[in-house]
């Protein structure tokens, strides 16, 4: 989304339907590297607004997309998480275990004409020459839309996105819309390499998971109108959404695996801990970021402000 098509209302508003209590949020790291200093601000964000609204905190390790995920990385999760302090509620769902789940939700979309099969390869999208989509993707020209042509095979099954604007109230960036045939374009939900999206995963297993309120990485600002509009076709539940600032660096590329960003270290506890806080506008006091675990705890939980947390895109610590 972009900033022009931020306004004060819109068509189609998708706000305040999650708020009824208990608070249910939840951290849904992608295993595809270790923790890193991003991950880690969007786990403390996310827990901090659970906890200060005493609500429930869950883990979901999303691993949907299996060629990208890496062995071992979500157990080295789940191990730094622990060390640093963080304790979520129930089962750790892990989505490479739900794909008849998925399935489901899938075939639900198919009997409702939702979706439709689609035989275009990469290449054959690219010699329309289309626009890009707010991801950077090409916007798909619509070529299977009315049938497969010719007796050609499937190769994936797309989600009709309508010309429609959908709006909702950001707790962090404010009031965002986006067109999404316009600026997304019929995303594919079940791949060529038959792999689940994660579009479709993440809105199936928020609502089975009873999450009413997701804080995450504002990288996923612009796939929320998708997640929404999903959430409506399937019956289910829209959330409230928190968008946080992402770290960048100092090239102002979001940390990721692709940018080489290293591991946290759970050694450095309360003081990594609160550079995180301090980067979602809460600076701590000196006495808390050089003492015990537990002494930070109870000062960012009661401290614990989501209008304090700048409405930014991405910040380069430092
Ligand atoms: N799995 C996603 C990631 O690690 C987060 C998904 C979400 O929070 O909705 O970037």
Known sequence: MTSEERQ???????????????????????????LHFGSLVAALGSYLDARAN????????????????????????????????????????VQSRRLDFYHAALVRLQLDG???PCACSRREIASHSPPRSVDGALVYPGTCRAGLVGGRAARAWRLRLPDQVV???????GPM?????????????????????????VVADDAA???????????????????????????????????LPVVTNAAGEKLSKQTRASAVDPA???????????????????????????????????????????ALRGVCPG
């Open 268 to 310: 450095a506890g309360s003081a990594l801990l609160s550079a995180a806080l301090h980067f979602l506008g809460h600076p701590v006091p000196a006495e808390i970021s050089a003492g015990p675990l537990g002494d930070f705890w109870r000062w960012a939980i009661a401290s614990w402000s989501i209008d304090r947390v700048p």
């Open 8 to 34: 004060q209302s819109g068509p189609a508003r998708a706000t305040g339907e999650g708020t009824r209590s208990p608070y249910r949020g939840r951290f849904a790291p992608s295993p595809s590297g270790p």
């Open 54 to 93: 005493n609500g429930q905190w869950l883990l979901r390790i999303e691993d949907v997309d299996q060629p990208r995920t890496v062995r071992g990385a979500a157990d080295h999760i789940r191990r730094t998480l622990e060390r640093f302090g963080f304790a979520w509620d129930g089962e750790v769902l």
């Open 167 to 173: 709006a909702f109230d950001d707790r962090v960036q």
């Open 209 to 243: 998971q009873g999450v009413n309120a997701v804080v995450r990485g504002v990288d996923l600002l612009d796939s929320t109108p998708r997640q929404i509009w999903l959430q409506r076709r399937l019956g289910l539940p829209t959330p409230t959404y928190a968008h």
């Open 177 to 201: 819309q986006q067109n999404l045939q316009r600026a997304v374009g019929d995303i594919i939900l079940l791949r060529a390499d038959g792999q689940y999206a994660y579009q479709l995963a």
């Open 114 to 116: 939702d979706v439709y």
